[in-house]
């Protein structure tokens, strides 16, 4: 008790603190069934948000290691973090760092407990019975005979013994036992996840009231929204069917901006807005049996936010994620709805990155391969495709993809796009472009949008291959084969690495351009700044000068007159 005493006064020293954390960690982890757990968990769960990374990451690998090695304390240590946990994000308004929360991705809970139960259920009231018959049995027997009284009271006492001992050691908990404290460790898991829903949605409904006038976007951040998003997803398949009608609610007013204000959604981020449809989708996968819900909504709101889409300021993993969920992995889509779809990706193309376009490249071939009809957008009639719907005419800036009309219009964004810088990209088109829209092709891209997104992204610029050396190996493939996805997947043996030294000379003068230009608008302002401070003292200067001009006549009319 006098070295935990110790320990927590060296730990508010700010000298002392790193050291103490780690004895604090380091004795919470290889002892968990110590007797002042309790006063240890609150140490490290005080500062599982803490601003020094040093000591967030002991405490928050601490609580991992408490998660996942579960045999050592048999769960308990498990039920109390978690619901330290929630009452820390309670008491912090869910102003915390994401770690805090993401401790709760490394949870693992047992889907097949419950018939782990019922199996044990089986044989416990047979083992009952049979001790009751042995007990009875070895009554009478020791009424018989006094001389096997006490070898067999020896017996008796010596298993229970050794049965209460192997239960200390084993730290193997009841079947029962367990899933209780799995229950109570997923509500209080659950608990944290909507409290966090919660108070975005009205965090952001209020300052979107209050600050109507300003268009600032995301002006105060929600750090907890992104890793309590991927644990729905996580552990949809074990949320409660009372709550899954107000989590697809919450999700819904997250990513459109809630029906009561339409500036909500200027409060979070693209990304975040993503992922709401993303999770939406995941829920739905899990429970689609059980759940009957219509999530037009979702699709309405993705084909919005994909044009808000900035590279380098948003995630482009969600992004691809969003894609692959939602348009490639979804069932049999209206043909309005995928023609508007194929129209806005390939829009969405000509304005984003290699690897944004890719992806977005294999959704819109996905898409174009699933619905024969939406190959009509291929062909170049004046007057717009030849299927044109209920809508005869096409409207770009239609919210609603159900109305926007593209199946009166054309795709010659494609044209555009086979003339792409990146080889990818401009064979992908190449390949779209060519696709025959009277047969029905049956086979489909055998690469998904992340996995486009991850190959082409600027992370990997060993992806990137030169255009004329892409186009030579393509003459040599056999007839019938996908150009784009080979390209995509098998790059050209052929193909000559690039000169990375000459690459890197090219963007050093690119970029030492760049940065002599801010240096003479720099130097332009600093000159400016001198020059007006140099005119202001020439100002100053004639202004005395023209004061202390009339003294000196009133002095030269007094001689005069002498």
């Keep these: 008790m006098a070295y935990l005493q110790k320990l927590a006064a060296l730990e508010k020293q700010s000298s002392f603190q790193h050291v103490a954390f780690r004895c604090i960690c380091t004795l919470l982890d290889a002892a968990p069934h110590f007797n002042y757990r309790e006063s240890l968990l609150g140490l490290v769960i ?7 990374d040093v000591i967030r990451k002991l405490c928050c690998s601490t609580i991992k290691s408490l998660f996942t090695n579960e045999g050592k304390h048999g769960g308990e240590a498990t039920v109390e973090a978690v619901r330290l946990i929630a009452d820390h994000v309670k008491a912090h308004n869910c102003q915390l760092h994401p770690d805090s929360v993401e401790v709760f991705l490394s949870l693992s809970f047992d889907e097949d407990l419950g018939r782990a139960a019922r ?18 049995e070895e009554a009478c027997q020791l009424k018989e005979n006094d001389k096997k009284r006490s070898r067999q009271e020896l017996l008796t006492k010596t298993r229970e013994e050794v049965a209460a001992d192997y239960k200390a050691v084993a730290f193997t908990p009841d079947v029962m036992e367990r899933r209780g404290m799995q229950t109570e460790a997923l509500s209080a898991v659950f608990e944290t996840y909507f409290r966090i829903l919660k108070h975005t949605m009205h965090s952001s409904t209020s300052r979107s009231e209050a600050n109507a006038s ?5 002006s105060e951040p929600h750090p907890l929204l992104a890793p309590c998003l991927k644990g729905l997803g996580k552990f949809s398949h074990l949320i409660d069917m009372d709550f899954m009608g107000d989590l697809i609610n919450y999700l819904k007013k997250l990513a459109s901006g809630g029906s009561d204000s339409g500036n909500t959604s200027k409060c979070l981020t693209v990304s975040e807005r993503f992922r709401c449809c993303v999770v ?4 739905m996968k899990s429970n689609l049996d059980a759940l009957n819900v219509d999530l037009q909504d979702f699709f309405v709101q993705l084909y919005n936010i994909i044009l808000e889409y900035r590279p380098g300021r948003d995630q482009g993993e969600v992004l691809a994620e969003a894609l692959k969920m939602m348009l490639c992995e979804d069932r049999q889509h209206d043909m309005q709805k995928a023609a508007a779809f194929v129209k806005r990706l390939a829009t969405f193309s000509l304005c984003s990155g290699s690897a944004e376009s890719v992806a977005a490249l294999v959704t819109l071939k996905h898409l174009l391969l699933k619905n024969v009809k939406c190959r009509n957008l291929l062909e ?26 593209a199946l009166a219009s054309v795709l010659w964004e494609l044209s555009l796009l086979t003339q792409h810088y990146h080889p990818a990209v401009s064979s992908m088109a190449s390949s779209i472009s060519s696709m025959n829209t009277a047969t029905n092709q049956v086979y489909l891209s055998t690469i998904s949008p992340q996995k486009a997104f991850t190959d082409f992204s600027l992370e990997r610029p060993e992806s990137f291959k030169p255009p004329s050396e892409i186009k030579k190996s393509n003459n040599k493939r056999k007839r019938g084969s996908d150009p784009s996805v080979s390209a995509v997947i098998e790059p050209s043996a052929d193909t000559t690495s690039i000169d990375e030294d000459d690459v890197r000379k090219k963007f050093s003068a690119h970029f030492m351009i760049l940065r002599d230009i801010k240096k003479n608008q720099r130097l332009r302002t600093e000159l400016d700044d001198t020059t007006s401070s140099i005119q202001l003292y020439e100002e100053y200067n004639q202004q005395k000068k023209k004061a202390k001009k009339p003294k000196t006549k009133k002095s030269k009319s007094l001689l005069t007159v002498k």
């Design 46 to 52: 005080r500062n599982i948000g803490s601003p020094d």
């Design 380 to 405: 170049n009639d004046a007057g717009g495709g030849s299927v044109s719907g209920s809508v005869a005419k096409y409207h770009p800036y239609a919210s609603d993809p159900n109305l926007s009309g």
């Design 119 to 136: 199996n044990d259920e089986k044989h416990k009231p047979q083992s009952k019975k049979s001790k009751k018959k042995k007990h009875y």
């Design 214 to 218: 300003l268009s600032t976007g995301a």
């Design 280 to 283: 939406a989708f995941k829920v």
